[in-house]
């Protein structure tokens, strides 16, 4: 895709080398449950170390890039470094302490806000988005499975029986939830393209990897599982996770307050955390999620 919109040479092997590590960071972790497994074995306090890779990873792509400058790497320093610092003073342990909400914040809201973006000179604009969620959940993964060592995340690919089941129940269900709600808030109507079909491969792998996976494991994963502790209750956490999970959409389509969005989010975020309760793996949430989304994408405007 690269190659055809005319980038080549030394800046574009090191930028596609650095993505593709992260990426890699991203599935391989989740292969047989290996980060937690590698994480146990590490141990909280050389996973600090760990928790160095993505900002060496990311002075690569600025070094190979000729993109490197003094305020770039201070804010990748940062960003990198501040949610293994919060962690660390916790050590290992159950999930719902404080500093992991903290650390939490301290990963999503300069992604949210957009903060990363000027990480990314290099190739322009269209790699923002992707550099800084890569950047973002392997951040993530660092802190929370190598130096926090959380138990329950569920960072693990499961399949079988009884999470294609799941898969099939959450998604018919919101398939005949949200289509008539969001038709009823004015939020979709229906507007299928051809040109959608064209690209529904590469839409569905992008949706699958850089939306719907790290928001699940941001959202169920990390935030659900710790409310859940914190609370006392499986339930509670399920519901004010989905809250959250709402309020984190409130922003979108540059309208704020979307209650529509908020709304919407919320009833989806109920059956993805239904999802990950029934299976205790971030993977089957993440297909119906990648599903909701592509099928919204391919059939449905927004309004």
């Known amino acids: 895709?690269?190659?055809?919109?005319?980038?080549?040479?030394?800046?574009?092997?090191?930028?596609?080398?650095?993505?593709?590590?992260?990426?890699?960071?991203?599935?391989?972790?989740?292969?047989?449950?290996?980060?937690?497994?590698?994480?146990?074995?590490?141990?909280?306090?050389?996973?600090?170390?760990?928790?160095?890779?993505?900002?060496?990873?990311?002075?690569?792509?600025?070094?190979?890039?000729?993109?490197?400058?003094?305020?770039?790497?201070?804010?990748?320093?940062?960003?990198?470094?501040?949610?293994?610092?919060?962690?660390?003073?916790?050590?290992?342990?159950?999930?719902?302490?404080?500093?992991?909400?903290?650390?939490?914040l301290a990963i999503f809201l300069p992604f949210k806000m957009r903060l990363l973006n000027g990480l990314w000179p290099y190739p322009g604009p269209r790699i923002a988005f992707i550099g800084s969620m890569l950047l973002a959940i392997n951040v993530a993964l660092a802190t929370f499975l190598f130096v926090r060592q959380l138990d329950g995340i569920g960072y693990n690919i499961v399949w079988g029986r009884d999470a294609a089941i799941s898969i099939g129940f959450n998604f018919g269900s919101l398939a005949v939830i949200l289509i008539p709600f969001g038709i009823l808030l004015h939020f979709i109507q229906f507007d299928p393209a051809i040109a959608h079909w064209r690209s529904l491969p590469a839409d569905a792998i992008g949706i699958l990897l850089l939306t719907a996976w790290p928001e699940e494991f941001l959202f169920r994963g990390l935030l659900q599982n710790s409310l859940t502790r914190t609370l006392g209750g499986e339930r509670r956490g399920w519901l004010l996770a989905s809250v959250i999970f709402g309020l984190a959409h409130i922003t979108n389509n540059g309208v704020f307050p979307n209650w529509r969005y908020f709304l919407l989010a919320t009833v989806a975020g109920l059956f993805y955390g239904r999802a990950w309760r029934e299976t205790r793996s971030i993977f089957p949430a993440a297909v119906v999620h990648a599903l909701v989304d592509t099928i919204w994408h391919l059939l449905f405007r927004t309004l």
């Not at 972790?29 to 994480?39: D, F, H, P, S, T």
């Not at 890039?65 to 660390?88: C, D, M, Q």
């Open 1 to 104: 895709y690269g190659s055809q919109h005319g980038y080549r040479g030394r800046a574009f092997v090191f930028t596609l080398a650095v993505l593709g590590f992260f990426l890699a960071g991203e599935l391989f972790l989740a292969v047989g449950n290996l980060g937690e497994r590698w994480g146990r074995r590490v141990g909280s306090h050389r996973g600090v170390l760990v928790g160095v890779v993505p900002l060496f990873a990311y002075l690569i792509y600025a070094h190979g890039t000729n993109s490197f400058s003094w305020p770039r790497a201070a804010l990748a320093a940062v960003y990198t470094l501040t949610p293994v610092v919060i962690v660390a003073s916790r050590g290992a342990g159950r999930a719902g302490a404080w500093q992991d909400y903290l650390a939490m």
